[in-house]
């Protein structure tokens, strides 16, 4: 198939890592078919689907239910099964199951998964570290957020910014902190979700200078949107963490070019237009679709010059390749490597529409939206799923788990293997214990 490619851009395909197609469980927000042929249609060549869909990617049943709902999928996937206290004594059959990685959802949030313990969190962290595996974290601290919560509820508030009030950035600082505690001592990789804070980068600075495997996405709305947005548009921008004040926003784009933040995601939460657009804010579902509207988004960026299109290759595709062990194979193009492809058009303007969403989610918060630059023809292995800004419908199901080639870099184990012995082979440790009192 040839496609003219005159005065067009290649890129290589996004890999978006972090996605909610809702299947199985929730065919009323997103489905495989629907939410794939979204990121076929946004320039998305990979996506990693997250666990908190119903039953929950806990289980080799629930696994199972869901790579046989991928099947349909027009885009190529991996999976973050679910990192907790229920699945923590079985994550290596949730591997040898086709998971490629986890998510822990330390921050309370759609899907109500309890958080994992701080003890389930450090005993998951030791089996992962030597397995090199990465695990994505929701990092929120739930206790503080759940008693804000129930503090503004009682007084009464249902307006906007008490969402925000309810999940403040020192929620965020703290689950961070804690979480890179437990992965510097363990050596496991981990990996932060959604950030969404100004004040919480030096921790996470302060850890990739010590050396901790960290690495750290942010979405378009938080780069992008503010309190004001969320006054204007309420339920819709509801989301966890929530967008913040104005004085968050370029913070996050100089730690994008300082490399403090690694990659672009989208958090594609789709939820129904009624379960976004009811009077009281608690009600509002949180989250909406993401995963077409990014490329766009971010292109028109480059195109006002907050960022060359060489740093967004490098966010949207480089960086979740390494993370997540497809460099080489995914993530850029070059010999060898698989044709997932993103041709962008970066003259090209247009206003966003809910109404031409692909996900079955068809409300947003960039709805009418100007933008300029849109992704045109998208190839996933050699072949069209997107040509000419129309989906290729005859390609659902040519996606596949990038399970089969993915190789995480070998894992440097830190102070995890002292500390491990302790448990795994007491004689060992009380014979170097007696040796050491002896000298
Ligand atoms: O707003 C959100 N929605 N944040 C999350 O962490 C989960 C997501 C969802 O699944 O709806
Ligand atoms: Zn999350
Ligand atoms: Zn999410």
């Known amino acids: 198939e040839e496609v003219n490619a005159d ?87 949730l591997l040898e199951a086709g998971a490629t990685s986890f998510k822990a959802f330390v921050g309370n949030t759609f899907g109500n998964l309890p958080a994992p313990t701080d003890g389930c969190l450090l005993e998951g962290f030791e089996k992962l570290a030597p397995l090199g595996i990465r695990t994505t974290v929701h990092a929120e601290n739930s206790s503080i957020m759940a008693r804000r919560t129930s503090h503004l509820k009682d007084s009464g508030r249902t307006d906007p910014l008490a969402h925000l009030a309810a999940r403040p950035a020192v929620a965020e600082i703290e689950a961070i902190g804690r979480v890179l505690t437990l992965a510097e001592w363990t050596g496991a990789r981990v990996h932060i979700a959604h950030h969404s804070a100004a004040d919480s980068l030096y921790v996470l600075r302060d850890a990739k200078r010590r050396g901790v495997d960290v690495t750290v996405e942010t979405c ?77 988004l971010m292109l028109t960026e480059i195109n006002r010059g907050r960022a060359t299109i060489m740093d967004y290759v490098r966010w949207s595709a480089e960086a979740p390749a390494k993370a997540w062990g497809l460099w080489g194979v995914k993530g850029i193009v070059a010999p060898g490597a698989h044709a997932d492809i993103a041709i962008v058009d970066m003259d090209r303007r247009g206003v966003l529409s809910e109404n031409r969403l692909r996900s079955i989610s068809r409300i947003s918060p960039w709805h009418g939206r100007t933008v300029q630059g849109y992704p045109l023809h998208t190839i996933v292995r050699g072949r069209f799923v997107m040509r000419d800004g129309e989906l290729v419908e005859n390609a659902a199901g040519w996606g596949k788990s990038v399970k089969g080639v993915q190789r995480m870099p070998e894992p440097k184990v830190r102070h995890a293997d002292t500390f491990v012995k302790a448990i795994t082979d007491p004689e060992a440790a009380a014979r170097e214990a007696a040796a050491a009192a002896e000298e």
């Open 7 to 93: 005065g067009l851009y290649v890129l290589p395909g996004a890999i978006d890592s972090h996605v909610h197609f809702r299947d199985p469980g929730y065919p009323h927000k997103e489905t495989w078919k629907s939410g794939s042929a979204a990121a076929a249609c946004g320039g998305v060549t990979t996506v990693f689907d997250m666990p908190n869909t119903s039953p929950p990617t806990g289980t080799v049943e629930a696994l199972q239910m869901k790579l046989k709902a991928a099947e349909s999928s027009y885009v190529d996937f991996g999976i973050h099964a679910l990192f907790g206290d229920d699945t923590v004594d079985h994550l290596e059959a």
């Open 220 to 296: 378009p709305q938080y780069m992008l949107l503010n309190t004001g947005d969320m006054l204007r548009l309420g339920g819709v921008l509801r989301v966890n963490p929530p967008v913040r004040e104005a004085r968050h926003n370029q913070p996050l784009w100089d730690a994008m070019m300082e490399g403090v933040i690694d990659m672009i995601a989208t958090d594609h939460a789709p939820h129904a237009p009624e379960e976004k657009t009811r009077p009281n804010i608690w009600e509002c579902d949180c989250g909406f679709p993401g995963v077409e509207t990014q490329m766009p």
